[in-house]
């Protein structure tokens, strides 16, 4: 072989090399966002799949130096079954989700298997790239390295920024495993095919023939699957879903038992409202906080617009700033009829800013303040939203409150998570304040609580400022008892949750996982 052909042989490799490393990666961090939506916590998503493929890896590197015999058909074949198990991965998982009770199982069968093809990879690409041109093992390894670390930087790019976002997870694996199938067949036929005997190469051809139609045949699949796979995860029909870049997004729309309409919204399949008595939430989250200053609010979370249509309520509230992450989310209760009619269109009132960034982020960034602040952030099931139920956080936003101002924040139930209720009571005396606790009942979560806190770091007392009465489900003397806790969900003493020891989120998973 000549000079030349030597030095596009090896580019040729060395750029399959680094074709596969990119889809690996992204069969890992594809396998790690599916967990983070489906189940939450995603440090610990994270951590089991990256440690099982790790291990796996190592088993398949071994697993792979008898096949050194056959470089070319082993390298072909293991491809050829990582594009169809790492293609189908996340398909795979969510049917496993949607139509079973298990999900942690075949996740760590998936990993597991995907890890072993990926280990074998290397020691079959090292074998071939020898057989190029004989080279020392340092050499050989630098240069296989090099296009193995390079290809898992585009992978771990291109995932979040191309993948997710215009393919989304089920149809962006399906065509990372056409990429996979394509670069190992291609690298094989082209470079390596005197090393297969023509029986080999004809059921090569045959099964890459057959993996091809496979994944294309997904692909058309996929937006039936999904939306049949959605519709098993809820009771009611959705009317409305979409992956977006941070979560999922799901609305369903049915008669409630006493025959009126019941839009909900769900995140990450975690229920944020029922129209039928959101209203008891909202107006047990706003309006004790507005009962002070309220000329200037700020609203974090509650992108759903709910929360603001009670803020404006107060015809002297002269703006309100809602920071909410999600874009798509604000869309939506701009958009989406139901929607719009349920929160008023607050969000398009010319008093409001819709500014959509990471709170914790926005709030560092800022120098203002606020007469009343409303904390109104999903549950802490994930690592994501655990910061904002720290320490750190709680201190950050009563920086931004006025002198007399108020800051409200959500705490879940305090019947069904009680630990976790009162961690959240703990976090916010740790960040110096004394906090008012107060529940209500809302029959679509239970009994729900709230903390109230002050600027000046007192305890504040509930009342209701009656400028923007009659409420729905408060009076005064609903508010004062709302302070009583039963005997077996009185106070309890938990330790804080801060940044580096977020202990909250390991409570909202084991209080919450039997129901």
């Known amino acids: 072989m000549s000079a030349r052909r030597v030095r596009l042989a090896r580019f040729g490799l060395l750029a399959t090399a680094f074709a596969v490393s990119a889809c690996g990666l992204v069969y890992e961090l594809a396998l790690i966002t599916l967990g983070a939506y489906l189940v939450g916590n995603t440090a610990k998503q994270a951590s089991i799949v990256l440690a099982i493929m790790v291990f796996a890896m190592g088993i398949g590197a071994l697993a792979a130096k008898p096949l050194r015999r056959w470089p070319a058909l082993a390298f072909a074949a293991v491809e050829l079954v990582l594009a169809l198990l790492g293609g189908f991965s996340v ?67 291109a995932f979040p920024f191309v993948l997710l976002p215009f393919f989304g997870q089920i149809q962006g694996a399906l065509i990372v495993g056409a990429v996979n199938a394509v670069a190992g067949v291609l690298l094989i036929f082209v470079l390596f095919r005197n090393d297969l005997s023509k029986l080999a190469k004809q059921v090569l051809g045959l099964v890459a023939g057959i993996t091809a139609l496979l994944l294309v045949a997904a692909f058309a699949y996929t937006d039936k699957f999904e939306t049949d796979a959605r519709q098993a995860l809820y009771a009611a029909p ?22 009126e309409q019941d839009l909900r919204l769900y995140l990450n399949g975690d ?59 604000t869309d939506l209760a701009r958009s989406f009829g139901d929607l719009v009619e349920l929160n008023g269109d607050s969000l398009d009132d010319p008093k409001v800013t819709v500014v ?29 939203t655990a910061k904002l139920y720290s320490t750190e956080f709680y201190a950050l936003a009563g920086d931004h409150l006025s002198a007399d101002g108020r800051m409200v924040v959500q705490g879940g139930s305090p019947y069904f998570a009680p630990k976790t209720y009162w961690t959240i009571a703990a976090t916010l005396a740790d960040a110096g304040y004394e906090p008012t606790p107060y529940w209500v009942s809302v029959p679509s979560f239970g009994d729900w609580g709230f903390h109230i806190v002050r600027a000046d770091g007192t305890a504040p007392p509930l009342g209701l400022d009656p400028a923007a009465g009659p409420f729905q489900s408060l009076t005064p003397e609903l508010l004062q008892a709302a302070q009583v806790f039963q005997p077996d969900r009185d106070r309890m003493d938990m330790p804080p949750s801060t940044l580096m020891h977020p202990v909250i989120l390991e409570l909202v998973e084991s209080e919450w996982k039997n129901y």
């Open 91 to 157: 398909m795979l998982l969510y049917a496993a989700f949607a139509w079973t009770d298990l999900y942690s199982l075949p996740l760590v069968v998936v990993a597991a298997a995907i890890g072993l093809l990926i280990g074998a990879e290397i020691p079959l690409l090292m074998e071939l790239l020898q057989r190029i041109r004989e080279q020392a093992a340092g050499a050989a390894v630098a240069d296989l390295n090099a296009a193995d670390y390079l290809g898992g930087l585009i992978g771990g790019l």
């Open 238 to 259: 959705i009317v409305y879903s979409e992956d977006s870049q941070y979560q999922q997004i799901v609305m369903t729309e049915s008669a409630s038992p006493f025959g």
């Open 271 to 329: 229920l944020q409202f029922s129209s039928v008595d959101e209203y008891r939430y909202h107006e047990a989250l706003v309006h004790p906080a507005m009962n002070g200053p309220h000329a200037n609010v700020l609203v974090l979370g509650g992108g759903d617009g709910l929360a603001v249509r009670e803020i404006l309520k107060y015809d002297d509230v002269e703006t309100v700033t809602l920071v909410d992450l999600d874009g798509s989310v």
């Open 356 to 384: 959509n960034e990471d709170a914790f982020t926005w709030l560092r960034q800022q120098t203002g303040a606020w007469d009343a602040i409303i904390v109104d952030m999903p549950d802490p099931d994930a690592t994501e």
